[in-house]
């Protein structure tokens, strides 16, 4: 496991890890990735937004994908609490620019995953799996010089020219530097499993991701089809809302489904075919992305709840905007912070705007709806659902969900007060 | 159906088909029934099927509590579109 001193480490080989491969394969910037886990592994976050496409067509993806047939998901579908019915979206309606087709994908993750890491292999990314790193090692200029490795019960120092973590939410080098700060306000818990005969929607909707309200504080639930015959559904709420009602998982599964009629028609003659599995999807962010000698990408950087399937496209924009900058580092032999900070200028603008965008939606959830069916907004709403948060100097229909929120708030008797939560705005 | 209902026909028939399973409506007084999303829907009807914007001040659960609030809530936007 030699590792040249002039290369790019990569601990993590997932989407961004991978993706970052990919681009820096291309520009002939010599990297190794190194995976603690042995690929194929289960993870959730199986949906994605349009804006992916556009990574996936630079980094010659798309082939792949079409090849293995993953769904092609052409919308979203949303499912009001206690009443029956939907709101929905269609990609075609908003064209993007550099994306040639009017739809994303849903993924198996533990396939998708392992092919995004062969395929930056094939670019000639160097893989290692199984091999654990413990920690980024700092030179006496307290540059990022390499890292730790625990193989078999030894430790390896690998030296590296810079450093990437892509650890996802094990956020190896964001708990190293002590950056890490957990969201105060979102601390979300999901409890989900793969399950066959759900009963698909409308003929439309019937490939779109279906997220259904349920008549608990900031609770949804997933549904995003998997193969012909397997869905993938996902209860979230807060927590505490799992912890207070001590229930075994399937029984809290059980009860929330039954709470929305339309998912509880979806699940009628639904049979579960892999185990439930708990996930805590607490929100947080590093105070730094980026520093002398190495940047945080994906997960690793910033971690949003997960409700618009953001998680993907952020991780595969972080690959490409971080990419760019090791690029020019490497032209100009200069790894400083100063060199590398406008990456995390670009992700954190856009990341920010995905936060305020799901604030905004679980602060007052008969919002979305109105502003999905408003002449006037939709388009607007479609492009940030879309994905499209990057290089965007100002965002209007933010604005006006804040003020729309602020008329409810101030009105006296308005008849949405009551659906008001208790999160602050700022 | 009652003659006091003043709402137009379109908005009737449209008020009616999204309460069900209740009962249609016949009394002016009797509570509309209108969840958050509902009302977000009834709404988006006004606007482009009625061509009657209702603005955000004007979401009072008051408003939508009775076909007469709804009735009066109507007539005042066209009086005053009427003076404009």
Known sequence: ?????????????????????????????????????????????????????????????????????????????????????????????????????????????????????????????????????????????????????????????????????????????????????????????????????????????SNYIHIYFLPVERGWAWQIPITEEITSMGIVAEKKVFKEGRMAPGDYFEKYVASNPDLAHAMRHAKRVNDFKLEGDYSYKMDTFAGNGFVLIGDAARFVDPIFSSGVSVALYSAKYSSERIKYAFEHNDFSEAVLKPYEKKLRAGTEIWYEFITLYYKLLPLFTKFIESKQHRVEVLRLLQGEVFDRSEVPVLDAMRKFIRTVEETPGHALAPMLSNIPIG | MSATLSLPPKLLEYLNESRQPLPPITDPDQPLQIDSLGLIRLISFLETELGIRVEDEELLADNFATARALGELLASKSAGAANE
Not at chain 1, 72 to 97: C, L, N
Not at chain 1, 140 to 161: D, T
């Open chain 1, 1 to 205: 496991m030699n590792s040249d001193s002039n290369e790019v480490v990569i601990i993590g080989g997932g989407p961004a890890g991978s993706a970052l491969g990919c681009y820096l394969s291309k520009a002939g910037i010599k990297n190794t990735i190194f995976e603690a886990a042995n690929h194929p592994r289960p993870h959730v976050g199986e949906s994605m937004v349009m804006s992916s496409v556009r990574v996936f067509d630079e980094i010659d993806f798309l082939p792949v994908l079409e090849r293995e047939g993953f769904p092609k998901k052409y919308g979203a579908s949303w499912h009001p609490p206690v009443t029956k019915g939907e709101a929905d979206i269609s990609f075609d309606e908003f064209p993007q620019e550099g994306v040639n087709q009017d739809y994303t994908y849903h993924v198996d993750r533990q396939r998708f995953d392992l092919l995004l890491l062969k395929h930056a292999e094939s670019l000639g990314t160097r893989v290692y799996q199984g091999v654990q790193a413990s920690e980024v090692l700092f030179d006496e200029n307290k540059y990022a010089r390499g890292i730790r490795l625990r193989i078999a019960e030894q430790e390896v120092e690998v030296p590296a020219r810079m450093v990437v973590d892509a650890t996802g939410r094990q956020t190896l080098l964001g708990k190293q530097l002590r950056v890490k700060k957990n969201d105060p306000i979102f601390d979300q818990f999901a409890v989900h499993a793969w399950f066959k005969n759900v009963e698909k929607a409308k003929e439309k909707s």
